[in-house]
């Protein structure tokens, strides 16, 4: 019952929150002082499309991926004349390693303009290559996350993975292979699947423990509304029903072995986390269909990629929307990004707010107390084994959401 609340208070309040005005005017806040931010970078290609995700991606066109990266440097170089300054930078996609070239090219411009720390790269098992990994070395990489979902040959040929990137013994022994390579090897895994069974969700487990991955993520499923309609037709309806016995069983299997980086993220050492909006409280997100978030504003890039490009090409900012969070929203995002991360330091927050944190975000905090779903040991909140899944909850939720603006802006630039 309370699962089942909390899903419909999430689902309801982040669809509010990622509501964009149409036909508002997008602006980039100005840099008003020096805070070390994220860059998100997002490389949208990806060489076949699977029909489980909802992120922004197209087929890949190696003509048009080159002009796109050119474009992605101009729009770089813009961040650093606006005053930006960035540590960390994160590199998602579709597929990022689809041009190694371009993508080194990008990383070593924006190592050369900006004081960056920790670059982490997605890619796919199928790039787990010496010479793409030797150029990625090169680059100042210090994580790599491999897009694995699961390791169980029926269901990748069900998700249309099995022909792409081989089988599930394939990619173990590329895992293998890789690791020790850089200072974080991540397994990015996904539960929920409809048909995945519990016996397959441990075979999935105890090749993880086998490897002995530096770091594994496991995401629950998180569709649009949209993909969720067309996978009905492939895969069967996604169930949330079952999502709670199966996110026990990832706990129970990888606590023992692992440190919670986030509620879905465990981690063997320290390590660069899989959620960059947990490490850093303000980022921006470059690239189509990129959204980022500075101070206190969520804005996003066009998603009409030749729209992007022309926009660069021409010197301006490719931006489509842009909405202002009121500081409730802003204290609402705070308390569920860090919390995310297991625990919310207090302290921080009241300073943060100027006191006002506590006295806003009473009713919050009282409400999930109730429900047992943290603890307090001052000066943090610490989320208890049923707080994390009720954050994972919120969390898929959040990227719902976000998955359901970014069908809509790709409806409105007429993207399929």
Known sequence: MITQIVTRLA???????????????????????????????????????????????????EPLTRRY?????????????????????????????VLIDELAETLDLARELFPIQDISVETNPNHLTPEKIEVLRKSKVKRLSVGVQTFNDDMLKKIGRYEKYGSGQEIAERLKNTQGLFHTLNADMIFNFP??????????????????????????????????????????????????KLYKL???????????????????????????????????????????????????NTFDIEEYVSNLEKGRLPLQASRRFNLHDQMNYDFLMKLFSTRLDIEAMQKKYDGKFL????????????????????????????GRYLWVIMMREFFIA?????????????IT
């Open 11 to 61: 689902r309801r309040e982040f669809a509010r929150s990622l509501k964009f005005e149409d036909g508002s005017s997008p602006e980039l806040p100005s840099c008003r002082d020096n805070q070390q931010r994220l860059l998100y970078l997002h490389i949208p290609f990806c060489e076949a499309l699977c029909p489980y995700c909802s992120f922004h991606r197209v087929t890949f066109s």
């Open 69 to 97: 990266f050119q474009a992605l440097r101009r729009e770089i170089k813009l961040y650093h004349e606006k005053g930006y300054q960035f540590e960390g930078i994160y590199v998602g996609g579709g597929t990022p390693t």
């Open 195 to 244: 048909g995945q069974t519990i016996r397959m969700l441990e075979d999935d487990l105890s090749v993880i423990l086998n490897l002995k991955m530096d770091q594994v993520t496991f995401y629950p499923l998180m569709i649009s509304d949209l993909t969720r309609e067309i996978m009905k037709t492939t895969m069967g309806g996604v169930d949330f029903g079952g999502e709670e």
């Open 250 to 300: 990832i706990v129970r299997s990888l606590e023992k072995h692992y440190d919670f980086s986030s509620a879905w993220c465990f981690s063997r050492k320290e390590s660069l986390v899989d959620e960059y909006v947990v490490e850093f409280e303000e980022y921006a997100g470059l690239g189509s269909g990129a959204i980022g978030y500075l101070y206190g504003t969520c804005y996003s």
């Open 359 to 386: 006295r806003t975000m009473w009713k919050e905090i009282a409400a999930f107390e109730i429900v047992r779903a943290f603890r307090y040991f001052p000066p943090y909140l610490h989320l208890t084994p049923y």
């Open 402 to 414: 976000v998955n359901n603006f970014r069908d809509y802006c790709r409806k409105q630039a007429k």
